[in-house]
């Protein structure tokens, strides 16, 4: 049996991450489910019994299958192998829990994926590429990858499509070595990501599927640990395999939804075969809606924006970094050109594509107020979502190289290596300042006013409720689960029973009234987020009359009849609303106990009837937009 596990990674006080609903499955996790199936396929003999299992340890449902199977060990008969897949740095120590556990009870276990790969590519076998010379390399294996190695872990470095088969053959004949390397492979023929039965049902808010079309990327930046590991050149899976996979998932579901992972789909030399395939199965009624990524000089590459619209293309996921030429040049993206974005996003907005810029925070010239600038600016330009990160040497990357030579000083708690911790140094910015610059960047970007400025460059309902959908998803991660958008999901959960080893021991009623204050807070959250997603609903969907009739909806009530043309009439806003519920709350304690301020409360009430009506209207507008876009 393989148990090919996800592993999470652990918050601040020791508990796994972990979500009642996640949101974007494993692309990696389901491309070694894939090769998993192949692979045994070769080297079990027939009439063995084999199973594979694909699990991901940040998911509550998986992680109780996963214990509920743990339970099952040791099994007289079975050959069991446990494979930590697609590990990155972050998760690496929680991975190296999970594998003392399986250990425990039998079970052979491998570990693959971007830290073990980066690590020992920089650090081990050093980066020979003549483009960027004398990048430092110790030519020694890393502390943590050999320690594991000596208690019998087997390492997986590089991909894994022509070498798994070697390594399961192996481990069934008692011969495993403790290090393979995949190399870089031609993937033409390997079998495309795949989802095990039933991993979707009850585990994601939404269903997307996932494909890698290609791997490897031209480019240079510093902080990237990708060129390192899949290479500068371009490796592409068979376009047809890829336009087959997704005619056949239209006709299983009626339609298809997925997030093509390539790093840079616009260098993918077979982007416009792709894109022209997925235009025809549209032609032909097909339902597709898909998201890419790819650098900010993509409206360079010919036709390149309106064949993936014609395609389907919903939103683009574009590395702008930063908007300062100095710090662009310094992690070498000298590929990004800031005076071009404007052009490039009015482009995409004219296809109906949703631009998501990716930004991070920490490159050497950054200060809390230049941040603050670029942030502003981003908006304005026209980024209608963002992420943002932190900078830090990535293990795999020529900055960790750089880095680890110059004897940096770097934080040796590889599960704070998330992009969401400082882990070093910055010239400018002391931590707590980085770190509050990085808070505020989600919480300027994402605030009403910019919600409803990009909810409006779209006109299409379909795109405008998949939008509103991303920006609750975005909102609750990093305002109320404090986690960043792409580790978070809906619904924490945290175990007492699951704690990282070495964390101090937090007694049970400390916990109770933790989880007790943190439910408290859901509700607190979930309020004002319903008004806020109300607010910015009724801006964008009675934007155009609202534009003729604003100043007479808002405003001081004006009698009775007043009030029923705002509570009732045909156009809706929460303008009128919001403010006298800001002049009320500025009372603040007087409101208890100064009778100057008493009037206030007898001016309430038909506020607070209105919203009542307004939170009905609501949610008849919203289940009528929902019916609209889905059918
Ligand atoms: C798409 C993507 C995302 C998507 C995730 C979509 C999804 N869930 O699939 C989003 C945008 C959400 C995301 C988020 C993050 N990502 Co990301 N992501 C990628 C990206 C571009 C592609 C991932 C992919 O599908 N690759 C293709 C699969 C097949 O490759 P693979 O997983 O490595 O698996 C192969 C091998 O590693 C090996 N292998 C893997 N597991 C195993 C197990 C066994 C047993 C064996 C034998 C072999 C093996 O064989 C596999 C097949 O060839 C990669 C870069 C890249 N090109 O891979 C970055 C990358 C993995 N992400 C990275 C990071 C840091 C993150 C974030 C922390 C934030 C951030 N800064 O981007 C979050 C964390 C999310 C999380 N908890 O996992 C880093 C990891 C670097 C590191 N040293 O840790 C990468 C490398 C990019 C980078 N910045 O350099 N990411
Ligand atoms: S463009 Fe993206 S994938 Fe390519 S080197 Fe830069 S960060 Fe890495």
Redesign the pocket.
């Known amino acids: 049996m393989v148990i090919?596990i996800k592993p999470?990674?652990y918050d601040d006080e020791g508990f796994p991450l972990r979500f009642l609903r996640g949101v974007?499955?494993?692309?990696?996790l389901a491309?070694?489910y894939a090769?998993t199936k192949q692979a045994l396929a070769q080297v079990v003999p027939a009439g063995v019994a084999t199973e594979v299992h694909m699990l991901e340890d940040?998911l509550y449902r998986h992680a109780k299958t996963l214990a509920q199977l743990y339970r099952r060990f040791p099994e007289p008969g079975t050959k069991l192998i446990a494979?930590?897949?697609?590990?990155?740095?972050?998760?690496f120590p929680r991975a190296c829990d999970l594998m003392d556990r399986w250990q425990a009870v039998g079970a052979t276990c491998?570990?693959?994926?971007?830290?073990v790969?980066?690590s020992i590519s920089v650090m081990t076998d050093g980066v020979h590429d003549p483009r960027r010379p004398g990048i430092p390399c110790p030519q020694r294996m890393p502390a943590e990858i050999q320690a594991l190695m000596d208690r019998g872990v087997i390492v997986?470095h590089?991909?894994?499509?022509e070498r798994?088969p070697t390594?399961l053959r192996d481990i069934l004949r008692g011969t495993p070595q403790p290090l393979?390397r995949?190399g870089l492979?031609d993937l033409r023929h390997a079998p495309l990501?795949e989802y095990a039965p039933g991993y979707f049902r009850g585990n994601f808010a939404t269903a997307i599927g996932?494909l890698?079309a290609s791997?490897g990327c031209p480019f240079l930046c510093s902080?990237?640990?990708?060129i390192n590991?899949?290479g500068s050149r371009t490796r592409c899976r068979s376009v047809s395999s890829i336009i087959e996979d997704i005619r056949a998932a239209c006709e299983r579901g009626g339609k298809a939804g997925f997030?093509l992972?390539d790093?840079n789909f616009a260098r993918n030399p077979e982007w416009e075969e792709i894109s022209d395939g997925l235009g025809r199965l549209r032609q032909q009624g097909h339902h597709i809606s898909f998201m890419v990524?790819a650098d900010v000089a993509c409206g360079k590459v010919k036709g390149f924006i309106p064949k993936l619209a014609a395609a389907g293309c919903s939103q683009i996921?574009m590395g702008v970094e930063s908007l300062n030429p100095k710090n662009l040049a310094a992690a070498n993206k000298r590929q990004n050109n800031v005076d071009q974005y404007g052009q490039l996003w009015q482009l995409c907005h004219q296809h109906g594509i949703v631009v998501h810029a990716a930004y991070i925070i920490g490159f050497p010239h950054d200060t809390p107020e230049s941040v603050a600038r670029e942030v502003e600016q981003l908006a304005q330009l026209g980024a209608d979502q963002a992420s943002f990160?932190m900078l830090m040497p990535?293990?795999?990357?020529e900055d960790y190289a750089r880095a680890v030579a110059a004897g940096a000083s770097l934080d040796p708690d590889l599960n704070r290596?998330?992009?969401f911790h400082p882990v070093n140094k910055h010239p400018l910015m002391t931590h707590t300042e980085w770190y509050a610059t990085y808070l505020r960047a989600w919480r300027q970007f994402y605030r009403a006013a910019n919600i409803v400025a990009a909810l409006k460059r779209f006109p299409d309902r379909q795109t405008r409720l998949q939008m509103l959908r991303n920006y609750a998803w975005y909102r609750w991660s990093f305002a109320t689960e404090r986690a960043?958008p792409?580790?978070s999901g809906f619904y924490r959960f945290r175990d007492l029973q699951d704690r990282r080893p070495g964390t101090a021991v937090l007694s049970i009623s400390r916990y109770l009234l933790q989880e007790g204050w943190r439910h408290l807070r859901y509700v607190g959250r979930f309020f004002a987020e319903f008004y806020r997603f109300q607010h910015i609903v009724l801006e964008t969907e009675f934007a155009p009359l609202l534009a003729e009739k604003r100043d007479e909806m808002t405003g001081r009530l004006r009698g009775v009849r007043d009030w029923v043309r705002r509570t009732f009439g045909r156009i809706m806003t929460r303008q009128w609303l919001n403010n006298f519920w800001v002049s009320y709350a500025r009372n603040r304690w007087r409101l208890l106990l100064d009778p100057r301020t008493y009037h206030w409360h007898l001016r309430m009430p038909p506020y607070a009837l209105a919203e009542v009506v307004y939170t009905l209207r609501f949610a008849w507008l919203l289940k009528r937009l929902v019916k609209l876009t889905t059918t």
Do not use: K
């Open positions: 090919l999470t990674s974007l499955p494993s692309n990696g491309a070694m090769l940040g494979g930590l897949a697609t590990v990155q740095t972050a998760q491998v570990i693959g994926g971007f830290h790969s980066g997986f590089g991909e894994a499509e798994w390594v393979y995949g492979p990501p996932t890698d791997r902080f990237c640990t990708i590991v899949q997030f992972v790093d990524q996921f990160y990535l293990p795999g990357s290596y998330d992009s960043h792409m580790i």
